[in-house]
C-alpha cells in the first residue's frame, strides 16, 4: 500500500502537473509531499546549476519570470514558497537550502500571507512554458521542450 507520495518539480510557479494526480491521492488516502518549489533553483535569482536538466526553453522561461519579478522588485522565491504551502491538498513542501539565513527566510516566506495577485502576474509570464517539464528517460515518455 501506497502511504506518502514524494514528487519534486510538479507543483511550482512552472509546473503544475502534479494537481493532476491529487483527486486520486485523495480518495485512497494518500499523503503529498511536494519538494523544490523553486523547480530546483529554476526560480531564484542565481542561474539553474549546470547539471539541471530542463531545456533551454524552459530555462529561459523561468528566467523571464525572475526577471519580471525582480524588476517590480518582488521576490520569487518567496512567491514560489508561498504558491506551494497554499495548497491545502499538499501535506508538507520541502525546501532545501545549505544556508541557515535562507532556511530562515523560507520559513518567514511560507508564514506570511500568500501575495496571489502577485503570484497570478508571475503565472501568466510562465504561461508559455508551463506544465512542460524535464522528464528524463525514454524518448516517447519527455515533453516536446526537451529537445528544444
Given at each position: 500500500?501506497?502511504?506518502t507520495?514524494?514528487?519534486f518539480?510538479?507543483y ?11 483527486p486520486?491521492?485523495?480518495?485512497r ?15 531564484t535569482?542565481?542561474p ?41 491538498d ?26 496571489q ?5 508571475v503565472m501568466?509570464?510562465l504561461?508559455?512554458i ?19
Amino acid at each position: 500500500m501506497v502511504e506518502t507520495v514524494l514528487s519534486f518539480c510538479r507543483y511550482e510557479l512552472n509546473d503544475t502537473s502534479l494537481l493532476d494526480c491529487i483527486p486520486e491521492w485523495k480518495t485512497r488516502g494518500i499523503g503529498i509531499i511536494n519538494a523544490s518549489p523553486t523547480g530546483m533553483g529554476l526560480l531564484t535569482d542565481r542561474p539553474p546549476p549546470a547539471w539541471h536538466p530542463a531545456s533551454d526553453v524552459i530555462k529561459q522561461g523561468c528566467r523571464r519570470a525572475v526577471e519580471f519579478c525582480r524588476e517590480r522588485g518582488w521576490n520569487i522565491v518567496q512567491l514560489a514558497i508561498q504558491f506551494c504551502v497554499s495548497n491545502p491538498d499538499i501535506a508538507t513542501t520541502l525546501v532545501g537550502t545549505a544556508n541557515p539565513r535562507n532556511m530562515l527566510a523560507n520559513i518567514r516566506y511560507a508564514t506570511s500571507p500568500v501575495e496571489q495577485d502577485k503570484i497570478d502576474e508571475v503565472m501568466k509570464v510562465l504561461e508559455p512554458i508551463r506544465n512542460f517539464n524535464f522528464t528524463r528517460g525514454r524518448p516517447e515518455n519527455q515533453d516536446p521542450l526537451i529537445g528544444q
